[in-house]
């Protein structure tokens, strides 16, 4: 880069060497250039002067020089200008070669099996740093996944809400797609949020992935989250992502395996790059990590349960703690280890559903084929740990493969509990702080109250000082009032309604939940809390 002199062009040194006071320059490159410039500008050479001593210039002199001087930096600055022009061009040049790497067929999942070798010697990837002559490099998720140098924005979230939260104990991965029956997602969370203490909500992320690339969808489910659970959100406990749309390949391409139809492969390949981006969003957030499914229900303290259960393991060679005998529901593993299970899932994600790659990723690591099975699986369990009982149970009945009843159950579970119970305040005028009612349980996730309003009477009680009863007779003109006299404080949104109570209202004789129209459905009452004013 180019600097100019910072002095009067008068003020030459008395050096034999005046030229170089013009201009000079860093780093390497243009020396030659500049002492060809500087020359027709003086009319000397850099070198030394001849005779014993240089004359300065006389005044007119230096006004050519000056004017020399100043159409040389024109020309710099106009230098200056092209070189940004050919960068601009250089680079639209390699957005082309970009987009010219994910329409090539080499590059398409086809042909994605490619040796190492191949890789490194294909010019398209110099881009992307990934070849590079004499240098050695390890395979990345573009290896397992070329399609992903198509967009740099392949491996970015498209959806993401929620704090960021780092530095927790346990993070719990949940991965939900869409089910054409029913969604049991938001009664997922209620419960796993439900039984967590306060000092557990600070210790944890929820973090649940929206597999699908439908931006309505997308947006639908994560507003209905936001409004489900707001406090959550904004706390930090719960986070929500979606993948980006370019990061799925072309599924047409699948072969089939194992007799299964090419539906139910592209659903298990699906959700086996779904599991991956999950763990690569959560392996920094956490010391734990927790995979979930989107259609259980969790036992009290959970989470307690399992931290202490890792930290009591006497060795800490233990791959998989498993709080669930079903598929893939309260698998625990340390964050340490999520790099390995995504590259050895990468790897394979479509020739195998992902709880036969984990066995493979175990027998990899300690059985000996000269050994029999039994003494393999002795070696597994050692990596492999189960708990007992089973802190989470399977409840989704319309699986999310389209079509598939799966009535699954853990044995090991126990009764499920199909309602909560809390210790209220008696059946006398008090003042109540906060209200909280849920309807339809585990067994019937439909039996909901909708349409239907909290409403509470105030209890009017002539010995009340008159200046609190004055006051709560102002309050109540703010709420609708029925013709009995009940004013409607909340309403039931996705079968729940709670809320705070106007400490104006003063001691309240009664609360009732008015139906307004009539339910195509049984309904059930799963919880009450009311929470009396101190």
């Known amino acids: 880069m180019r600097k100019r002199a910072g002095f009067p062009l008068g003020a030459f040194s008395p050096a034999c060497d005046f030229g170089v006071t013009l201009l000079w320059q860093e780093g390497e490159g243009d020396a030659d250039g500049?002492?060809?410039?500087?020359?027709?500008?003086?009319?000397?050479?850099?070198?030394?002067?001849?005779?014993?001593?240089?004359v300065p210039?006389?005044?007119?002199?230096?006004?050519?020089?000056?004017?020399?001087?100043?159409?040389?930096r024109d020309r710099l600055h106009a230098a200056e200008q092209e070189s940004l022009k050919r960068s601009k061009e250089l680079n639209l040049v390699l957005d082309e070669i970009k987009r010219a790497v994910s329409e090539?067929?080499?590059?398409?999942?086809?042909?994605?099996?490619?040796?190492?070798?191949?890789?490194?010697?294909?010019?398209?990837?110099?881009?992307?740093?990934?070849?590079?002559?004499?240098?050695?490099h390890l395979p990345t998720v573009f290896h397992h996944l070329p399609h992903l140098l198509a967009k740099e924005s392949s491996l970015q979230p498209a959806v993401r809400v929620g704090q960021g939260r780092t530095g927790v104990s346990v993070v719990m991965g949940i991965p939900s797609v869409r089910r054409e029956v029913?969604?049991?997602?938001?009664?997922?969370?209620?419960?796993?949020?439900?039984?967590?203490?306060?000092?557990?909500?600070?210790?944890?992320?929820?973090?649940?992935?929206?597999?699908?690339?439908?931006?309505?969808?997308?947006?639908?489910?994560?507003?209905?989250?936001?409004?489900?659970?707001?406090?959550?959100?904004?706390?930090?406990?719960?986070?929500?992502?979606?993948?980006?749309?370019?990061?799925?390949?072309?599924f047409s391409r699948l072969r089939e395996s194992f007799?299964?139809?090419?539906?139910?492969?592209?659903?298990?390949?699906?959700?086996?790059?779904?599991?991956?981006?999950?763990?690569?969003?959560?392996q920094s957030k956490g010391v734990y990590y927790v995979q979930l499914e989107d259609d259980i229900v969790a036992k009290p303290n959970y989470l307690s349960t399992m931290k202490n259960f890792a930290l009591q393991q006497p060795?800490?060679?233990?791959?998989?703690?498993?709080?669930s005998q079903l598929g893939f529901i309260g698998k625990m593993f340390k964050s340490l280890d999520l790099s390995l299970i995504v590259e050895f899932t990468l790897m394979f994600y479509r020739d195998k559903p992902i709880?036969?790659?984990?066995d493979h990723i175990l027998w990899v690591k300690v059985c000996n084929p000269e050994k029999d099975a039994k003494h393999c699986d002795r070696q597994k369990a050692n990596l492999r740990i189960r708990f007992k009982p089973s802190l989470f149970q399977h409840v989704g009945t319309h699986s999310s493969l389209a079509g598939k009843i799966q009535k699954l159950k853990d044995k090991d579970f126990g009764k499920q509990a199909l309602r909560k119970e809390h210790v209220n305040p008696p059946a006398e005028p008090l003042r109540l702080e906060r209200f909280f009612f849920r309807s339809g349980n585990i067994e019937h996730p439909e039996d909901k109250l909708f349409n239907t309003s909290v409403e509470v009477l105030p209890f009017d009680n002539p010995q009340s000082d008159k200046e609190a009863l004055q006051e709560g007779r102002s309050a109540t003109l703010r709420y609708p009032r029925s013709p009995d006299g009940y004013l409607q404080i909340g309403s039931f949104y996705k079968g729940v309604a709670e809320g705070e109570v106007d400490p104006a209202f003063g001691p309240l004789e009664a609360l009732r939940l008015s139906i307004q129209t009539d339910s195509p459905v049984w309904v059930i009452l799963s919880e009450i809390f009311l929470k009396k004013a101190d």
């Open 104 to 136: 090539r067929q080499a590059l398409r999942d086809g042909d994605s099996n490619r040796t190492w070798g191949r890789l490194t010697e294909d010019p398209r990837l110099k881009p992307w740093n990934i070849s590079h002559r004499h240098v050695l």
């Open 315 to 323: 060795s800490e060679d233990w791959m998989i703690l498993e709080f």
């Open 34 to 54: 500049h002492r060809e410039n500087t020359q027709a500008v003086t009319g000397h050479p850099l070198g030394p002067c001849p005779g014993d001593s240089c």
């Open 259 to 282: 007799g299964d139809p090419k539906e139910r492969v592209r659903w298990r390949t699906k959700q086996n790059l779904d599991y991956c981006f999950l763990m690569m969003y959560a």
């Open 57 to 72: 210039p006389t005044g007119d002199v230096v006004d050519v020089y000056q004017r020399e001087f100043l159409a040389l």
């Open 355 to 358: 709880d036969w790659l984990l």
């Open 182 to 250: 029913h969604s049991y997602l938001t009664d997922t969370l209620h419960s796993l949020i439900s039984e967590l203490s306060p000092q557990e909500k600070e210790d944890s992320v929820i973090v649940v992935l929206i597999a699908e690339t439908d931006p309505q969808y997308t947006s639908a489910v994560t507003e209905n989250i936001k409004a489900l659970f707001p406090t959550e959100i904004h706390s930090g406990l719960l986070e929500v992502i979606s993948p980006s749309p370019h990061f799925y390949p072309d």
